[in-house]
């Protein structure tokens, strides 16, 4: 439970949760494809954070220095070897549930699970390494917010929809917001363990104004998304998490110490939730 790093999984359920009602709101919703494909991004987020606290203790970047939640790998509370085995366990998990709805919806879903799995891996496995590389953000931005909402969506109406698209815009932005609050946390020990995370690129100045600028964009986007047609009356609905949107982002731009980061990551991925429940209910009212 600790490696699977619950508080962060929010970033698996939004998604899901938002693609499913952007369905819902033009009268399609099938609950067994809703439920396969929550379970298959919820397998697939858990197997990418325990390979990611096995991975990073290999490559020296969790060390005593670290100043997050402790990870198993490295405090010693299980081998290497058995939380690889873990990741391996929920990826087949993700796979079996992607079998159901390639059946269902044929090849496309095929080829956006297996690119999620391969991405889950290579974020942190040798010599891909997208954490490492300061390309985390945009893979984020792509499988938790786009491939996650756009192909929740698909496997209720069968086709790619623009509403599903633009909604996949500020889920991604705040799924990214859960990264940057992450990285900007750890800027230290991944600059000394050769981690050149987005974070240890920019620095801490503009990783902050990175984070607030997510925040702000995940807000701007009901304004959007209602001006387009894709959103009707509920369209604010969204901005009732605007509150807690702006006390994360002032924190997250005036405090160093790690407990405020660390609740700035925990709120921010709660935000997501949130955030995401709300579009959804928005959502379901239909489009304009």
């Known amino acids: ?112 699970g297996l690119l999620s799995i391969a991405a889950g891996v290579a974020y942190t496995a040798a010599p891909v390494r997208l954490g490492y590389r300061g390309l985390g953000e945009l893979f984020v931005f792509m499988f938790f917010g786009v491939v996650a909402v756009v192909g929740s969506d698909y496997v209720q109406t069968g086709v790619v929809r623009a509403q599903a698209v633009a909604a996949s815009v500020p889920v991604g932005l705040l799924a990214v917001a859960v990264l940057v609050a992450n990285n900007l946390r750890d800027i230290d020990t991944d600059r000394a363990a050769g981690k050149r995370t987005l974070a240890v690129r920019l620095g801490a100045p503009a990783t902050r104004l990175l984070y607030a600028a997510c925040l702000a964009g995940a807000l701007a986007a009901p304004a959007a998304m209602r001006a387009s047609g894709w959103l009707g009356d509920r369209f604010w609905f969204p901005w009732l998490g605007a509150p807690l949107a702006v006390a994360l982002a002032a924190t997250a731009l005036r405090r160093d110490d790690a407990a405020s980061l660390i609740w700035v990551l925990k709120r921010t991925a709660g935000l997501l939730l949130i955030y995401g429940a709300l579009l959804a209910a928005a959502l379901l009212g239909g489009p304009a």
Do not use: K
């Not at 067994?32 to 858990?46: H, K, R, S, T």
């Not at 990611?52 to 490559?59: E, R």
């Open 1 to 112: 439970m600790l490696a699977a790093r619950v508080p962060t999984l929010p970033a698996a359920v939004a998604p899901v949760l938002v693609g499913t009602a952007a369905a819902a709101g033009t009268g399609v919703f099938h609950p067994a494809p809703a439920l396969a494909a929550l379970v298959g991004a919820l397998a697939i987020q858990i197997g990418t954070n325990y390979h990611n606290d096995a991975a990073d203790f290999l490559h020296g970047a969790d060390d005593a220095r670290r100043r997050g939640p402790q990870r198993v790998t490295a405090s010693g509370l299980l081998p290497a070897r058995r939380v690889l085995a873990g990741a391996c366990a929920s990826f087949a998990l993700a796979a079996a549930a992607g079998l159901y709805l390639v059946w269902l919806r044929g090849w496309p879903i095929a080829v956006a």
